[in-house]
T-cell receptor
Framework: GEQVEQRPPHLSVREGDSAVITCTYTDPNSYYFFWYKQEPGASLQLLMKVFSSTEINEGQGFTVLLNKKDKRLSLNLTAAHPGDSAAYFCAVNSGGNNKLTFGQGTVLSVIP | EAAVTQSPRNKVAVTGGKVTLSCNQTNNHNNMYWYRQDTGHGLRLIHYSYGAGSTEKGDIPDGYKASRPSQENFSLILELATPSQTSVYFC?????????????FGPGTRLTVL
């Protein structure tokens, strides 16, 4: 089945700096990709989504890039602020089977 | 007006005891899911359901049962709880037809098995 590897597990940046979180996946039939944000002690909130046909999505200060050739998905934050401090998870849907496979998560800390 | 709710939010159980975690959704989604979250593992799928009366095994079903008595409700049952089942459990709902397969999560239940 699908396997998703997410890096790095922890990331600390200063306010205003950029941050990049990357996921690699194995199933070439994967088509839908998601990023979820989880603030401490809270649930997961859908942050952004990208489909295989679009490859790029922007919003809320984030950019999601999809490289289908390398089976790599990235979440790029151009100017971090303390409110971005949270855990971020990528999730991949493979072949429309109604299931998501999650990465291990990245804890992002933004230092004021 | 949260669309996915879970109860209880916190639970302490004894080893060998029975634990039932409940989930309710008002999204009118066909699919519902139970995950557990542990540090370093992300979310792992335990059981899921395509609709009332159906349950399917996820990636880590051992030690867990599920029940979907209605469109809105999905329960996770630990018949004989063990300390290794100490975790945070999330329920989610999602569409069953191919819009985008995104899932919407409940607030989580923190379970401690002593």
């Amino acid at each position: 089945g699908e396997q998703v590897e997410q890096r790095p597990p922890h990331l600390s940046v200063r306010e205003g700096d950029s941050a990049v979180i990357t996921c690699t996946y194995t199933d070439p039939n994967s088509y839908y990709f998601f990023w979820y944000k989880q603030e401490p002690g809270a649930s997961l909130q859908l942050l952004m989504k990208v489909f295989s046909s679009t490859e790029i999505n922007e919003g809320q200060g984030f950019t999601v890039l999809l490289n289908k050739k390398d089976k790599r998905l990235s979440l790029n934050l151009t100017a971090a602020h303390p409110g971005d401090s949270a855990a971020y998870f990528c999730a991949v849907n493979s072949g429309g089977n109604n299931k998501l496979t999650f990465g291990q998560g990245t804890v992002l800390s933004v230092i004021p | 007006e949260a669309a996915v709710t879970q109860s209880p939010r916190n639970k302490v159980a004894v080893t060998g005891g029975k634990v039932t975690l409940s989930c309710n959704q008002t999204n009118n989604h066909n699919n519902m899911y139970w995950y557990r979250q542990d540090t370093g593992h992300g979310l792992r799928l335990i059981h899921y359901s395509y609709g009332a009366g159906s349950t399917e095994k996820g990636d880590i079903p051992d030690g867990y049962k599920a029940s979907r008595p209605s469109q809105e409700n999905f329960s996770l049952i630990l018949e004989l709880a063990t300390p290794s089942q100490t975790s945070v459990y999330f329920c989610a709902s999602g569409e069953s037809w191919g819009v985008s397969y995104e899932q919407y999560f409940g607030p989580g239940t923190r379970l401690t098995v002593l």
